[in-house]
């Protein structure tokens, strides 16, 4: 590390110290952090792992911070609250600490929760041994735990500025028109594929029930997991109100299952199988063809998120071959789409 990041980091920690003891109520000197470090992941977040002294006992930590300079994106205060209600629903979820949206604080919002040990690598749970029994049982926890996330009350006040569509519109139609128009705005050439699939979707518009919390990025990828299986849920901060078929979908699009096509979901699990624990477990009962529609829209939605990531390239903002590579995979999300399609022939 530079002489300026260690500068940084000896900062952070001493801010970090003095907020802590400020919630405790002690003097700064009676909490120490021990160790802070910068963790992989976090793609739109800062993940620090923190162990701190306090005078009730050691805390293993993690500090979610907004990056410096992109202050109000999202609200790092409400993805509390939401983890906080979700614990209260039975979900597995880092317990959460404490938090601020004061910039002043910290540099950037923030909050600090739990650090729950365990894997979070996709393609080792497919892969290894030693996760036998988790790729066995984690298709069932994770619908059971989704059926927990969509029973919240979306009613109390502390969830109040979650995201919804607007009243009286369908939850379903908002996603595709939102997907369809950032694609148009976003692809430098024609995508045919995407234009069919937009009006075939918009077609098949399913009737909605009563909106629920959507965790919005319910993959196998947002999971800590060990050899028993799913230990917590991750990344609540696309959070919002909306149709549950929205998560149930989403966890089984291609792009989750990292070459394991045998099984839909997440590469471990049969759709059947998500759906009948996610019912069992409180959750309305899932329309099929619904189900469907929203697989499809998921596959929608990631082929815009590959335009999207290939645009940061092209436009000069970020020199990553990884990103560029990543347009590519916009053809094969279309495959995928096509394949949906046709099914239905």
Known sequence: ???????????????????????????????????????????????FAVDLE?????????????????????????????????AEAGVPVPRVHWGSSDPAVLGAPFFLMDRVEGETLPRRLLRDAGFAEARRVMTRQLGAALARVHAVDVARPELAGLAAPPAGAS??????EQTAALARGLALEPHPVLELVERWLLERVPASGPAVLVHGDYRIGNVIFGPEGVRAILDWELAH???????????????????????????????????????????????????????????????VVWL????????????????????????ETEEELLRLLREEL
Do not use: H
Request: include cysteine; glycine fraction near 12%; charge should be positive.
């Open 1 to 47: 590390m530079t002489a300026a990041g260690e500068a940084s980091s000896a900062e952070l920690s001493t801010r970090l110290v003095g907020f802590v003891a400020r919630e405790l109520g002690v003097a700064p000197e009676r909490v120490r952090a021990a160790s802070l470090r910068r963790l992989a992941g976090g793609a739109s977040r800062e993940l």
């Open 241 to 303: 109100v909306g149709d549950p078929l929205e998560d149930l979908g989403w966890l089984c699009v291609r792009t989750w299952r990292f070459g394991n096509d045998r099984l839909p979901v997440g590469g471990i699990g049969t759709r059947e199988e998500l759906v009948a624990a996610y019912e069992e477990a409180g959750g309305r009962k899932v329309d099929r063809e619904a189900l469907r529609f929203w697989e499809a829209c998921g596959n929608f939605r990631v082929a």
């Open 171 to 176: 939850p379903a139609r908002a996603v595709v």
């Open 54 to 86: 306090t005078p009730g006992g050691p805390l293993a930590l993690v500090l979610r911070r907004d990056p410096p300079g992109r202050i109000g994106e999202s609200d790092r205060g409400l993805e509390m609250r939401v983890l906080q209600a979700a």
């Open 308 to 331: 999207q990531q290939s645009r940061v390239f092209l436009d000069g903002k970020v020199p990553s071959v990884e990103l560029a590579s990543l347009g590519r995979r916009t053809a």
